[in-house]
């Protein structure tokens, strides 16, 4: 298996998890690193950057990438804080409560906002709505939001970080991207170079 990381695409490496506070960014992110062993039920609010890696076989290739993922603050007082540990971005996972019709109105500040730090470049990425266990207090609909995930050039899940719902599907397909954004430069520096 090969592992694909590190120096060609060292900007893609970092998906970054933004989003509201409390939409559920940090149990999604520790669900999808710990194979959905590890829900934990009282969080406390994070309050900085919390850095996870986990290593993630690409379906159909010998490949696997290497995800660090960058699960970041969502209070707007610690919020230019993280942008500045940001670095380079290439891949997003915007998280959203699908029981709050406010936290996926905020998604447009938080694209606003990447790619301003992005200096407006395209941001590959995902658009989660997590929750999706509170279907009796779901306030943004499914056909909605993916038409706006679609308008912003990102994929969309569902998913419930409590349940164990489709918390892979979001992740995997970051790795997905990465691992086609690599081997697009990987063929770009090859056909430079002298026969």
């Known amino acids: 298996m090969n592992a694909l990381c590190g120096w060609l695409l060292r900007d893609a490496l970092c998906p970054c998890c933004r989003g509201d506070a409390a939409v559920g960014k940090s149990a999604l992110s520790h669900m999808f690193h710990s194979d ?4 934990q039920k009282n969080y406390s609010m994070t309050t900085g950057v919390e850095l996870l890696m986990k290593c993630v076989s690409i379906p159909e290739t010998n490949d696997s990438v290497e995800l660090y993922i960058i699960d970041s603050a969502g209070k707007e007082t610690l919020v230019e804080t993280c942008e500045k540990m940001w670095g380079e971005l290439s891949l997003l996972c ?3 409560d699908l029981t709050s019709e406010q ?12 790619r301003s730090h992005c200096q407006s470049r395209q941001v590959s990425g995902v658009l989660v709505g997590n929750k999706s266990d509170l279907s009796a207090r779901r306030e943004v609909q499914a056909s909605v939001a993916q038409e706006w995930a679609q308008s912003q050039g990102l994929d969309y899940h569902e998913t419930s970080a ?8 979001p992740l995997l397909s970051l790795a997905r991207a990465f ?6 430069r990987l063929e770009t520096i090859q056909n430079l170079s002298p026969g």
């Open 179 to 184: 691992h086609s954004l690599y081997r697009e």
């Open 162 to 169: 409590k349940e164990k719902e489709n918390c892979d599907a």
């Open 94 to 96: 915007l998280v959203f």
């Open 103 to 114: 936290s996926f109105a905020n998604c447009s500040h938080w694209m606003e906002r990447v």
């Open 36 to 39: 959905g062993t590890l829900f």
